[in-house]
């Protein structure tokens, strides 16, 4: 082989060398992980006799068992029920003040731009556990601040940590904690938007108000379709706020969240078998709602283009 054709190897194979890195600690790190996992879901523990002494307890292939017993599960259930709840609450609010903010940042008439900015993000910065137990405080009535202004002034003290409220109370973590970095995703792409579009519907009159609605929010559906595919995966995996809310709280089990079941039954109860089968169950569920949704946005978004 001539110096010059292995050169050329050579230089053909260079980015796959540069991969090498990145897919063995994809494989180590990602894959075989979530491999073992699914191979523990098809598995169990078979107990002989009283269940003592060696050989007692041997590891023997389950099939679907796990995953029948996992779907049929009613505290696997109700907390996919509760999820959804809490969904319904923090998805269309986050987002609805993402857009907001993202569009009041965008406007000429604003000031302090930069510093606005960055306080409305800031509250992404600040670590989960720490962002609930900031608030699981400020929720105790014991040692809240605003239970004692209430109480100053007279007014119905309504505990957040029981019952309804609940559901608002960790929503609201939800919304503190990530409006922020979906205002930055949106206003990043109303940043992107040509000023021409915007100087010639002046020129034809629009108001700030009809630029926003006919021109800057269809502009910018495709930041806004990415921003709710990732609120779904978020709220799909909620786990920190009512981990870390429920020492404040009897009203928050610990299955209070199909990860939270999933984490119980694993290092709870040591049932690691039936809590890689929920985990795969809700990664499926979750890789699924992903899907569909954004086919659906892209059938929609080759719909309008069609028009």
């Known amino acids: ?32 992980p979530i491999g073992y996992a699914v191979w523990l879901s098809f598995r169990k523990v078979h107990v002989s006799g ?3 002494g060696k050989g007692a307890r041997t590891e023997v292939w389950a099939g679907l068992e796990n995953y029948t017993d996992a779907l049929t599960d009613s505290e696997l259930l109700n907390g996919a029920l509760r999820v959804l709840g809490y969904g319904c609450i923090v998805v269309p609010v986050m987002l609805g003040l993402a857009l907001l903010f ?5 406007s000429d008439k604003v000031r302090f ?7 409305i993000f800031l509250p992404y910065a600040i670590p989960g ?15 809240s601040p605003f239970y004692y202004v209430l109480e100053r002034l007279g007014l119905p003290q309504p505990d957040l940590l029981d019952g309804g409220p609940l559901y608002l109370a960790l929503s609201n973590i939800a919304v503190w904690g990530g409006t922020g970095f979906n205002m930055i995703v949106i206003y990043t792409s109303l940043q992107s938007i040509p000023a021409e579009v915007y100087e010639a519907a002046k020129l034809d009159g629009a108001t700030p108000t009809q630029i926003a609605l006919r021109i800057k929010i269809p502009m910018v559906a495709p930041s806004l379709v990415l921003t709710f595919f990732f609120s779904i995966i978020a709220t799909l995996q909620v786990f920190n706020e009512p981990t870390t809310l429920k020492p404040l709280t009897n ?35 979750t890789l699924l709602l992903s899907f569909g949704f954004l086919r659906a946005a892209n059938r929609r978004q080759k719909q309008e283009a069609a028009r």
């Open 50 to 52: 009283l269940g003592l």
């Open 251 to 285: 009203s928050v089990s610990t299955t209070w969240s199909p990860l939270m079941k999933v984490y119980r039954d694993a290092f709870g109860t040591g049932d690691i078998y039936a809590a890689a089968a929920q985990a795969v169950i809700i990664a499926l569920a």
């Open 129 to 143: 556990v720490v962002a609930a137990l900031l608030w699981g405080f400020l929720y105790l009535p014991d040692v």
């Open 1 to 32: 082989m001539t110096s010059a054709r292995r050169k050329s190897y050579g230089v053909k194979g260079a980015p796959y060398a540069f991969l090498i890195p990145a897919t063995v600690l994809f494989a180590l790190f990602f894959a075989l």
């Open 102 to 106: 993202a569009l009041m940042l965008d």
């Open 113 to 119: 731009t930069p510093f606005t900015r960055l306080a």
